[in-house]
T-cell receptor, first 113, second 109 residues
Framework: KAGVTQTPRYLIKTRGQQVTLSCSPISGHRSVSWYQQTPGQGLQFLFEYFSETQRNKGNFPGRFSGRQFSNSRSEMNVSTLELGDSALYLC????????????FGPGTRLTVT | AQRVTQPEKLLSVFKGAPVELKCNYSYSGSPELFWYVQYSRQRLQLLLRHISRESIKGFTADLNKGETSFHLKKPFAQEEDSAMYYCALSENYGQNFVFGPGTRLSVLP
């Protein structure tokens, strides 16, 4: 099976702009979770989507949002970008909700200037 | 609130030596605990889960609820074990998921 894919792999944006990141889970996986990874804060859980519904949410401001489509693909959106949003954004998929055994994508490296 | 701590940022051991990567957690309920590993230029991947009670690549981890610890151990380290190791906790089957800060293991020849 193909692994989790994320697009784009690298992105440079300016403060104030918005960005959309995409994640395609492993075929048959219905849960997608998003994480932010930074040197200072480490890996932080953003949210989880299952069956097109947000099931769990981490402690991030409302500028961070996401959605899931009927084919389980997920997008994450960050509006009004801040310098501190520069990070590696990881997507992980699992068969069902509950984030038990997750498979991670390669990540999207977002740089905000 | 949940919290996962890994006291060592970097741990260096010689090949063939035992290794123990420490993980402590704070959570009032019954946690689900994991170890994830990231080898150089590879994706983050699950190494083992506490409920599986299995040994993966020679690594084992025992949940000690009294000490709220989930240390990762291997009796004889190999150079290919060099990687970043993250301890993680999930509550109530996915109600939030918290990673520790990670420990970089370096196995020296």
């Amino acid at each position: 099976k193909a692994g989790v894919t994320q697009t784009p792999r690298y992105l440079i944006k300016t403060r104030g702009q918005q960005v959309t990141l995409s994640c395609s889970p492993i075929s048959g996986h219905r849960s997608v979770s998003w994480y932010q990874q930074t040197p200072g804060q480490g890996l932080q859980f953003l949210f989880e989507y299952f069956s097109e519904t947000q099931r769990n949410k981490g402690n991030f401001p409302g500028r961070f949002s996401g959605r899931q489509f009927s084919n389980s693909r997920s997008e994450m959106n960050v509006s009004t970008l801040e310098l501190g949003d520069s990070a590696l954004y990881l997507c992980a998929s699992s068969l069902m909700t509950g984030i038990l055994e997750q498979y991670f994508g390669p990540g999207t490296r977002l740089t905000v200037t | 609130a949940q919290r996962v701590t890994q006291p060592e940022k970097l741990l260096s051991v010689f090949k063939g030596a035992p290794v123990e990567l420490k993980c402590n957690y704070s959570y009032s309920g019954s946690p689900e605990l994991f170890w994830y590993v990231q080898y150089s230029r590879q994706r983050l991947q699950l190494l083992l889960r506490h409920i599986s009670r299995e040994s993966i690549k020679g690594f084992t981890a025992d949940l000690n609820k009294g000490e709220t610890s989930f240390h990762l151990k291997k009796p004889f380290a190999q150079e290919e074990d060099s990687a970043m190791y993250y301890c993680a906790l999930s509550e109530n089957y996915g109600q939030n998921f918290v990673f520790g800060p990670g420990t970089r293991l370096s196995v020296l020849p």
